[in-house]
């Protein structure tokens, strides 16, 4: 048995069992009454993909204007949240919150206690949750977000991803932002260059050119949205670019861009999802001008439905027209992706499948080429990190 005082401390509890929840409830009360002493922007993220890269953008930008308190990186349930918020002080000027989706309930009680003055939705794609659901399901989660928004709010939206533009008239404020390619949006990108090594280069709204150290579509979608973010902070302009262009980074396993020994090595193995993997593999098909060789090195997607056969299968459909190389597959579902690109194109690619990552290990410097990109992705649960390393290593004996 807790003890109570354990159960009201300064670190949330959220127990999901009845003989606890009035405690639950105190504590959310609690932590809303903090919230409520300060009269500072609160941001909340929340989508399927994109969350924590466009966090990191809004950081980069908001730093240039005050002090800004955001949840730690892998810290986006109810429970970071309220951690998060015991934090706040005086001295913050801006509060970025990530809210991810263990469950239904707790996306909901996130929403409650953090009371964010503006919420972003990156988008919803074709994310199937084995917590929450399929697609329309994870949508009317996320949908309590800007449900939740004050009157003074503004909800901020991705304009190509259907479901989340849809989002907008239950909105309870006039103050509706909507980002993406289309030219209706506030926020949309036009004239987009992808430069391979050198980034992407793209004109806001047609007029304001930008020069952004990312390599696919997906981090346009996020450079968008945190800058209709910023704006609707009343960040300027010039900022905004000055911050993109010198302060962001890309995080470590979310796409960033290695050049080892010759060879380019993009690192997605920070997580693969359905929604993910058709864009990293558009970064490494924007380095085939600069390589003589693209290879794919694919574990398994995480969020599939099912027994992730259709999904993977579709997904090698998908790779069957794309100018790579080489795919290698590890783990058994990703096999399927193999034989999706076998059912339509069995003679202009090299396809290998290694049941696990050991395997592969004893045998990546086999395809391991000078003048090469490799694209390194996978599951959370698989952790193809360690690739990365011995990549390295081995390209110093090519």
């Known amino acids: 048995m807790l003890d109570k005082k354990q159960l009201y401390g300064n670190e949330i509890s959220l127990l999901a069992s009845e003989e606890h929840q009035e405690y639950v409830r105190l504590n959310l009360e609690k932590i809303r009454a903090r919230r409520q002493r300060f009269g500072v922007p609160v941001v909340a993220l929340a989508g399927a993909e994109g969350k924590t890269s466009t966090k990191r953008m809004l950081y980069a930008i908001l730093s240039r204007c005050g002090t800004v308190l955001e949840t730690p990186l892998d810290c986006d349930n109810a429970i970071d949240i309220c951690n998060t918020l015991l934090q706040l002080k005086e001295s913050h000027d801006f509060v970025l919150l990530e809210l991810g989706m263990i469950n239904a309930r707790q996306f909901e009680l996130a929403v409650r206690v953090a009371q964010p003055t503006i919420g972003l939705i990156t988008n919803v794609g074709e994310t199937h949750s084995p917590q929450v659901g399929d697609k329309f399901e994870v949508a009317k989660t996320q949908l309590e977000l800007i449900r939740r928004l004050p009157p003074s709010g503004s909800a901020v939206l991705n304009m190509d991803d259907e479901l989340v533009n849809d989002m907008a008239s239950f909105a309870p404020t006039p103050n509706i932002i909507k980002f993406g390619l289309n030219r209706s949006a506030q926020f949309y990108a036009s004239d987009i260059e992808y430069l391979g090594p050198a980034g992407t280069r793209f004109l806001l709204n047609g007029e304001f050119p930008l020069h952004l150290p990312v390599y696919c579509s997906a981090s346009v979608y996020n450079a968008l949205a945190a800058i209709a973010v910023a704006r609707a902070l009343g960040v300027d302009l010039s900022t905004i670019a000055a911050a993109l262009q010198n302060d962001y980074a890309i995080l470590e396993g979310r796409g960033n861009l290695l050049v080892h020994q010759g060879m380019y090595i993009f690192n997605y193995t920070y997580d693969a999802t359905v929604n993910s993997v058709p864009r990293a ?63 339509i194109n069995h003679t202009r690619k090299k396809m290998v499948s290694f049941p696990n990552l050991s395997a592969l290990q004893e045998r990546i410097v086999e395809f391991l080429k000078p003048e090469s990109a490799l694209l390194i992705t996978g599951s959370k649960e698989q952790n193809l990190a360690p690739l990365i390393p011995l990549i390295c290593q081995q390209t110093v004996r090519l």
Request: net charge positive.
């Open 281 to 343: 593999c558009e970064a490494l098909v924007q380095l085939r001008q600069h390589c003589k060789q693209l290879t794919l090195v694919l574990g398994e997607m995480r969020d599939a439905q099912g027994d992730g056969r259709v999904a993977h299968l579709n997904l090698g459909f998908y790779l069957s027209a794309l100018p790579i190389d080489t795919v290698i597959t590890v783990g058994p579902k990703a096999a399927y992706v193999a034989e999706g690109i076998r059912r």
